[in-house]
């Protein structure tokens, strides 16, 4: 697969693989079943794996530890700190609040390390800016686990700019993670801009829109019982049936290429720069083969603009998150 570089060390495939669902959010799925994706993606070339304590909360780091045992050369892992995990309770209920003190990503970072069985962190991340936390001091303690030798690269998510640039100024940052696709673009406005003048790689999550761009998912009713979708805006029933005419263009733009909807969602975010690894999560091995061949898919300017015309955010019903989920973001 082609290779892409976050930042001035870390060379990854062009689409990485997000892991999130396999324990978290999505109803999560069988471990073995979910190891042999894990090593399935690496036979076929995916090198970046994204994870988070948060994600389980824990479970997500210890599955990819026991998957990843005796294959750490082969892969990249990104993990991230950030949230306040209470003690109690189940999945995102567990998540109470946003933390970004110097102590507490200190000791995550010594949590992740010994989840993962790994002695370095290849991309550790701030997975939200925390208010109450300047981000100078936030990556001044970060930069110190790099010159520890415990993390490799320094990455933010769903930052501003403006964090982005003052960030940077203390310790180069490698990457940015935040939500993008055909329909959920805020990058492009400022984002985008600082991550090519400063040599930032971006890296979009949800670049199928949680699937819904995959053209698989035409009602909530179709989503277990404790999948965490259900509870975003894009995800209501009203919202579903508004956005069923957007998912059948695509389809149908799809069908005349001859590949899926989710392969061209794919393609389109892929030839927005060659700064951008997007990490589509998969837990089949048919989804996670459909979406890594969407890297050798070529598109003309032609079709780049038809695909991106057809598909605005203008268009769609629903924001992405609920707003207290949207307070967190682009921090």
Known sequence: MEQRKLGTNLNVSAVGLGCMGMTFAYGGQDEADAIRTLHRAIDIG????????????????????????????????????????????????????????????????ESSLGRLGIEQIDLFYQHRVDPNVPIEETVGAMAELVQQGKVKALGLSEASAATIRR??????????????????REPEDEVFAVCRELGIGFVPYSPLGRGLLTGTINKPDELGADDWRKTLP???????????????TLKGLAADKGVTAAQLA??????????????PGARKIKHLEEN????????????????????????????????????????
């Open 46 to 109: 995916v090198t970046f794996f994204d994870t988070a304590e948060v994600y389980g909360p824990f479970d997500n780091e210890i599955l990819l530890g026991k998957a990843f045992k005796g294959r750490r050369d082969e892969v990249v892992i990104a993990t991230k700190f950030g949230f306040k995990i209470a003690d109690e309770g189940e999945g995102a209920a567990r998540m109470i609040g946003v933390d970004s003190r110097p102590e507490h990503l200190k000791a995550v970072a």
């Open 167 to 184: 960030a940077h100024k203390v310790h180069p940052i490698a990457a940015v993670q935040s939500e993008y696709s055909l329909w959920s």
């Open 234 to 248: 894009r995800f209501q029933t009203e919202n579903m049936n508004a956005n069923a005419a957007l998912i059948a």
């Open 266 to 279: 794919l393609a389109w975010v892929l030839h927005q720069g060659d700064f951008i690894v997007p990490i």
């Open 292 to 331: 890594t061949a969407a890297a050798d898919i070529k598109l003309t300017e032609a079709e780049l603009i038809r695909i991106g015309g057809a598909l605005t955010p203008d268009q769609v019903a629903g924001s992405r998150y609920t707003e207290a989920a949207l307070a967190l973001v682009n921090g």
